[in-house]
């Protein structure tokens, strides 16, 4: 039993009146929220959702104090649910982890059996956090190209926010399905770093933001994977290939979508919305294998750069103005 026992955590708390205020404290067990499964977290993440949460957006963290975190890795502590036990390597990612309930930016989390994976033995924890969310949002996007007919030899596809989390990660799997990809970004210097992630191309953001109105654009692109939203992926739309499909995974550019539906009736273009959270969990589940098998990604550790529990902070106002390149891991003990 937990007793006494405290564990240490990213506490967000607001004081009265209304700031806002990230610290490592200790937490006693008994405030986790109900779960089947409680959780020794090794390895988290920071995703752009986690700033939001350590922020304060009400938007994500629904109330304060909160511990932000969507990713967590490490092992059973203890388990109500038969399909767990003590000492089990487990994964976490999504659902309502750090943001509807405490998530993974802490030494212990306790949630329900539903959400838990086994990770596969060729994959470490600290791997599955460079994954994490980003790197399931990446699969699907993946999966949603191929299911639309997106093959290799259709042309090539195009990625946006492409040194972020998720684009870095899509960058990298489509190159290595053999697919040819172009990735967007708007920092001229990384153009090196991701030509060697696999890049064929790299373009700046203006060549994928179309201001006119109009309904099409000449046909470029077989598919997209776009974690930007707005006018971009309006422009996308408007400029891919009969039959091609554009994956939308992100609101940062706006969640406005200002184009017609010439797109979708005169070029047959798929317009394919990915969740990540809400994802069946047996989709999931295959995904952690593909990662771990046929998608299998050479040298992920070099997508990735570290932070402790009481420096994570420090990496809050950088991911939420866009100076992080890649996945930043998170080692909570």
């Given at each position: 039993m937990a007793g006494n026992e405290t564990f240490r955590c990213y506490y967000v708390t607001k004081d009265a009146q209304g700031n806002v205020r990230g610290d490592v404290t200790s937490r006693p067990i008994a405030e986790l929220p109900p779960g089947d499964v409680r959780i020794r977290v090794r390895w988290s993440s920071l995703n752009y959702k986690d700033?939001?949460?350590?922020?304060?957006?009400?938007?994500?963290?629904?109330?304060?104090?909160?511990?932000?975190?969507?990713?967590?890795?490490?092992?059973?502590?203890?388990?109500?649910?038969?399909?767990?036990?003590?000492?089990?390597?487990?994964?976490?990612?999504?659902?309502e982890l750090g943001a509807g309930q405490w998530g993974g930016w802490a030494e212990q989390i306790r949630v329900p059996a539903e959400w838990v994976f086994l990770p596969p033995e060729s994959l470490s924890a600290r791997e599955a956090m460079i994954l994490g969310t980003a790197g399931i949002t990446a699969g699907l996007s993946v999966q949603a190209l191929e299911r639309q007919g997106v093959t290799t030899d259709k042309g090539e596809v195009v990625v946006t926010g492409a040194t972020g989390g998720v684009g870095s990660l899509a960058v990298k799997l489509l190159a290595k399905l053999g697919y040819r990809v172009v990735a967007v970004s708007g920092k001229k210097d990384k153009e090196p770093w991701l030509r060697a992630l696999g890049a064929a191309r790299v373009i700046g953001r203006e060549e994928v933001s179309d201001s006119t109105d109009r309904p099409l654009l000449k046909a470029v692109w077989a598919g997209a994977a776009d974690t930007v939203g707005g006018k971009t992926l309006a422009t996308l739309l408007r400029s891919t290939q009969v039959g091609g499909c554009v994956a939308a995974m992100g609101l940062v550019g706006g969640a406005d979508l200002p184009l017609t539906v010439y797109p979708f009736i005169l070029r047959?273009?798929?317009?394919?919305?990915?969740?990540?959270?809400?994802?069946?969990?047996?989709?999931?589940?295959?995904?952690?294998?593909d990662f771990a098998g046929k998608w299998k990604l050479e040298g992920l550790g070099d997508l990735a750069q570290e932070a402790d529990l009481a420096h994570v902070g420090e990496f809050v106002p950088r991911i939420l103005t866009g100076q992080i390149t890649g996945r930043v891991v998170v080692r909570i003990s």
């Open positions: 700033a939001l949460a350590a922020t304060g957006h009400p938007g994500v963290a629904k109330t304060l104090p909160h511990v932000p975190g969507i990713d967590a890795a490490g092992e059973v502590i203890e388990s109500n649910s038969p399909q767990f036990r003590a000492g089990q390597s487990v994964i976490v990612t999504g659902y047959g273009v798929t317009l394919a919305g990915i969740t990540s959270s809400w994802s069946p969990h047996a989709v999931r589940q295959q995904l952690w294998q």
